[in-house]
C-alpha cells in the first residue's frame, strides 16, 4: 500500500492511545491504538475497515515512534487527510487532535507520557 514503505517501527505503543468517530455513519465508535502503524480505510488490509464510500482502501495510518511520538499520515487517498481543518500529508499529533477522512471526523485521545 501507498506509504507503508515510509514507517518503521521503532518502539512499543503506549496503552490508552484511542481514536473516536465524532461524526459519521460510525459515530461513537472508539478504537484503541494498540500497534505502531494503524491504517484505517474501507479495505480488508486495514487495521480500522470502516465501510465509508468516502475514504480510501487504506486511507490513512497513526503511527507512534520515540523520536516523533504520535502522527498522522495520509496513504496517498483520493480526498486527503485533514488535521484540525487543514490537509497535511503527515503530522505530529496531539491528545485531542480532529482528523477528517471523507465525511468521517475522528478524535485521538492518547495517555500522558512521563519521561
Same mark, same amino acid.
Given at each position: 500500500?501507498?506509504?507503508?514503505?515510509?514507517? +518503521?517501527? #521503532?518502539?512499543? $505503543?503506549? #496503552?490508552?492511545?484511542?481514536? /473516536?468517530?465524532?461524526?459519521?455513519?460510525? /459515530?461513537?465508535?472508539?478504537?484503541?491504538? *494498540?500497534?505502531?502503524?494503524?491504517?484505517?480505510?474501507?479495505?480488508?488490509?486495514? *487495521?480500522?475497515?470502516?465501510? /465509508?464510500?468516502? !475514504?480510501?482502501?487504506?486511507?490513512?495510518?497513526?503511527?507512534? *515512534?520515540?523520536?516523533?511520538? &504520535? &502522527?498522522?499520515? *495520509?496513504?496517498?487517498?483520493?480526498?486527503?487527510?485533514?488535521?484540525?481543518?487543514? +490537509?497535511?500529508?503527515?503530522?505530529?499529533?496531539?491528545?485531542?487532535?480532529? !482528523?477528517?477522512?471523507? +465525511?468521517?471526523?475522528?478524535?485521538?485521545? &492518547?495517555?500522558? $507520557?512521563?519521561?
Amino acid at each position: 500500500m501507498a506509504g507503508e514503505a515510509t514507517f +518503521k517501527p #521503532s518502539a512499543p $505503543v503506549p #496503552s490508552g492511545a484511542a481514536v /473516536e468517530v465524532l461524526r459519521g455513519f460510525y /459515530e461513537g465508535l472508539e478504537l484503541p491504538i *494498540d500497534r505502531d502503524w494503524f491504517v484505517i480505510g474501507r479495505g480488508r488490509g486495514a *487495521d480500522a475497515v470502516l465501510a /465509508e464510500p468516502t !475514504i480510501s482502501r487504506a486511507h490513512a495510518a497513526i503511527g507512534f *515512534d520515540t523520536a516523533e511520538g &504520535f &502522527f498522522v499520515q *495520509d496513504l496517498g487517498s483520493t480526498n486527503g487527510t485533514l488535521l484540525n481543518g487543514e +490537509k497535511h500529508k503527515r503530522s505530529p499529533l496531539k491528545s485531542g487532535d480532529q !482528523i477528517q477522512i471523507g +465525511k468521517l471526523l475522528l478524535r485521538v485521545t &492518547f495517555p500522558q $507520557v512521563t519521561q
